[in-house]
């Protein structure tokens, strides 16, 4: 996003919504790794002033705001990140698989 965003109403931490849910954990983790895999056009420079917020647009949505002079990425699996700010670059990463249980949970296939 073009302007720093300092209002985080409505937003959640990461750790409070990743709570008892193993499936917001494997969106979590392709979110964080969707915004490494297109770090180099927004201009990503690695750090996190803080946790990573959730809201929601129609779909989750991660809020990160860079420790620089507090630059914002929106990761969402939707491109409704422009009704945000119309401005915004916006950069389209492939989504990486990763399943939603744990190790010792039989019942499912990998997701590849």
């Given at each position: 996003m073009?302007?720093?965003?300092d ?18 954990a ?24 803080h ?5 929601g647009?129609?779909a989750?949505a991660l809020?990160?705001k860079q ?7 929106v990761?969402s699996a ?8 119309a ?5 389209e ?8 249980w ?5 019942s499912h296939?990998p997701?590849?």
């Open positions: 073009t302007e720093p965003i209002s985080f109403g409505g937003l959640i931490p990461m750790d409070d919504w990743l709570v008892g849910d193993p499936g917001r494997a969106w979590a983790l392709q979110a964080v790794l969707a915004l490494a895999d297109a770090a180099d056009a927004p201009g990503w420079q690695g750090d996190m002033r946790l990573p917020m959730v809201g647009l129609p989750p809020r990160v420790g620089n002079n507090g630059d914002c990425f990761i939707t491109d409704d990140i422009h009704r945000l700010d401005r915004a670059l916006s950069v990463v492939a989504n990486r698989p990763i399943g939603a744990s190790p010792d949970d039989d296939e997701p590849f």
